[in-house]
């Protein structure tokens, strides 16, 4: 719900329910909401979209550490819906955010997401710090034992992703869908469990990765080796 911006459209909690609704209708699959990141704005909206879609089971994207915690956790656990704790790529703000969490909300009701950079925007930071995450929860942190969500559609923040470039960058058509794949992939084999994608290229690439790695099939080492030695 980007449009419910002050800075850009300043839609009303009103109309970004309206739409959210009209969604509702439209789809049969669950759906997350996303604010624009404004805390107090944010917070507006989400209480309506919470309203209209009780018994839908939402999932509000996102809570931080500088909104009212009590308030949206109080509204999302009234309406039945769970919500992503969201923080900027540090552990310690993570488990702090969560532990206020657990005053008003039910563990399973929280996802986890420590922010997605871009590959060639700070991807390798991200990485460290989801994996990081995912492997503290497994070795008994009991405050990171959350499945984990990634802002995938991030990489197309970066310009290589999109702008016109020298021919030897190839295409830009090829080139943003390429982008969001390995940022996706690289933080797939963190343990992230939920990606918000935007290309359908990008999208239908990392359900057939995700559907290979569940296959139990064994890759082929001679395929990898002729792979790795070709010629570019």
């Excluded at 999932?59 to 956790?73: G, K, V």
């Excluded at 656990?77 to 969201?86: D, E, P, R, S, T």
């Excluded at 900027?88 to 922010?115: G, Q, V, W």
């Amino acid at each position: 719900l980007t449009s419910i911006d002050p800075l850009l459209s300043d839609t009303s909690p009103k109309e970004a329910a309206k739409t959210v609704e009209d969604v509702l209708q439209a789809v049969d699959v669950p759906i997350a909401v996303g604010g624009c990141g404004d805390p107090n704005k944010d917070l507006k909206v989400f209480k309506k979209v919470a309203e209209v879609g009780e018994g839908e089971r939402l999932l509000i994207n996102s809570i931080t550490l500088d909104m009212d915690i009590e308030a949206l956790a109080e509204i999302v656990k009234k309406h039945g819906h769970a919500v992503i704790a969201f923080t900027s790529m540090d552990m310690a703000l993570a488990r702090e955010l969560n532990r206020k969490l657990y005053e008003f909300l039910p563990k399973e009701d929280i996802i986890i997401d420590t922010t997605t950079a871009a590959l060639g925007y700070g991807l390798d930071y991200a990485f460290s710090v989801m994996e990081r995450t995912r492997l503290a929860g497994l070795m008994g942190d009991k405050e990171l034992q959350h499945p984990m969500a990634s802002g995938t559609t991030n990489a197309w923040a970066a310009r290589e992703a999109w702008m016109k470039m020298d021919p030897k960058w190839g295409l830009r058509e090829y080139r943003g869908p390429i982008w969001e794949t390995v940022t996706a992939l690289t933080l797939l084999l963190t343990g992230v469990d939920f990606f918000m994608m935007m290309h359908p290229a990008a999208v239908k690439s990392i359900k057939e990765i995700i559907a290979y790695f569940s296959s139990g099939k064994k890759a082929d080492p001679e395929r990898i080796a002729n792979w790795v030695s070709v010629k570019i």
